[in-house]
């Protein structure tokens, strides 16, 4: 499959990965649809889209079904981005997490079936494995995700999985291993390279949640997008699910040292606070599958990754 003269719609058009992915499509000959509520979305990613004719935008919900019927005619692709992404938030409002990223998963299937699309794809999401008796993880092992984020992201996967084998939609899942790059703004709701890199910057200590032993498979942008394209294009992604990854992890506490080594900021000190609610230790993906089927491979490594994103902070700052 070809993406040149397709419609698109991509929901969560203005947010970190989505914004991503939008910049990267338009550089196809296709016709983009952005669906964003601006929650935690932002205009600034979305304002040159807006520029080009190829790129329409749609303010609204995912959870209103109504209003995604009314908008939504003629899809032949749906990226699904759109999520209240962060372990955090969904333990202080798991409620939302659950409207937001199972409820609002479930309409767009819905909307997919209706309009018959060619491709269904779907922002899922490491978190859905927990603690793993093994690594690296593998999609067939068995999930206990923890966090209501990760119950909601593996829900919403079994969902889009259900719409593949009961109403035959051709739906892919990519379940993301802990995503950095340009346009993930420092929260608390946000990855911690992002937040690491935010304070260092402004000469503030880094502060680990735990001895800083725990491991993580970090994963930048530009591949996710890559590997959304592949899975949008691929046949042989149909009905599957792919964990998407570098496959090389790193402790957070050697993160926060390169993080101040490539800032030139190393006479920083770390700060240590007790450990996470809901945080599960390691993380590492296979990334077998995803060769295979996907012909997916990533082409950023970790230095590289955070040198642009160290970049795009600074821009940033002096823009
Ligand atoms: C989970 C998922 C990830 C993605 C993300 C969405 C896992 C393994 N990963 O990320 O795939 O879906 O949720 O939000 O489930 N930390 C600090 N200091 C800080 C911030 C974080 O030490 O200032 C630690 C944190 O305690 C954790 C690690 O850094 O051990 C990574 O945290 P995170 O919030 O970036 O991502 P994580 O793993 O919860």
Redesign the pocket.
């Known amino acids: 499959m070809d993406l040149d003269g397709k419609k698109i719609l991509v929901t969560g058009a203005a947010g970190f990965i989505g914004s991503n992915l939008v910049s990267k499509l338009l550089t196809y000959d296709c016709k983009i649809i952005g669906l964003d509520n601006f929650s935690t979305g932002r205009r600034e990613y979305i304002e040159n889209f807006l520029k080009n004719q190829r790129f329409n935008l749609i303010e609204g919900d995912i959870r209103n079904f109504n209003l995604l019927q009314k908008k939504f005619t003629n899809i032949d692709i749906i990226f699904h981005e759109a999520a209240l992404?962060?372990?955090?938030r969904s333990l202080e409002d798991p409620l939302s997490s659950h409207e937001v990223n199972v409820t609002g998963t479930l309409n767009l299937l819905l909307i997919a079936k209706e309009l018959n699309v060619e491709r269904f794809v779907f922002a899922s999401?490491?978190?859905v494995?927990g603690e793993t008796k093994t690594l690296p993880k593998q999609e067939d092992m068995p999930l206990s995700p923890f966090?209501p984020?990760?119950v909601s992201?593996l829900a919403a996967e079994k969902y889009v999985y259900s719409f593949y084998k009961i109403y035959g939609v051709n739906t892919v899942s990519l379940r993301?291993?802990?995503?950095y790059g340009p346009n993930q703004v420092a929260s608390p709701?946000?990855?911690?390279?992002s937040?690491?890199i935010s304070r260092i910057l402004q000469n503030q200590s880094?502060?680990?949640?735990?001895d800083?032993t725990?491991t993580?498979d970090f994963t930048f942008v530009k591949d996710v997008v890559e590997a959304n394209l592949l899975a949008a294009t691929k046949d042989t992604a149909i009905g599957r699910v792919f964990n998407i990854a570098t496959g090389k992890r790193i402790s957070?506490i050697e993160l926060a040292q390169l993080i101040l080594k490539l800032c030139n900021k190393s006479r920083i000190k770390i700060q240590f606070q007790p450990?996470?609610a809901g945080?599960?230790l390691h993380?590492l993906a296979d990334i077998t599958l995803a060769k295979k089927f996907l012909n997916y491979f990533p082409q950023f490594d970790l230095q590289q990754g955070l040198k642009e994103t160290i970049d795009w902070f600074q821009s940033k700052r002096t823009g």
């Open positions: 992404s962060s372990v955090i999401s490491s978190s494995y966090s984020y990760g992201k993301y291993f802990n995503v709701y946000s990855g911690v390279i937040i690491f880094p502060i680990i949640f735990g800083g725990q993580r957070i450990p996470r945080d599960i993380s």
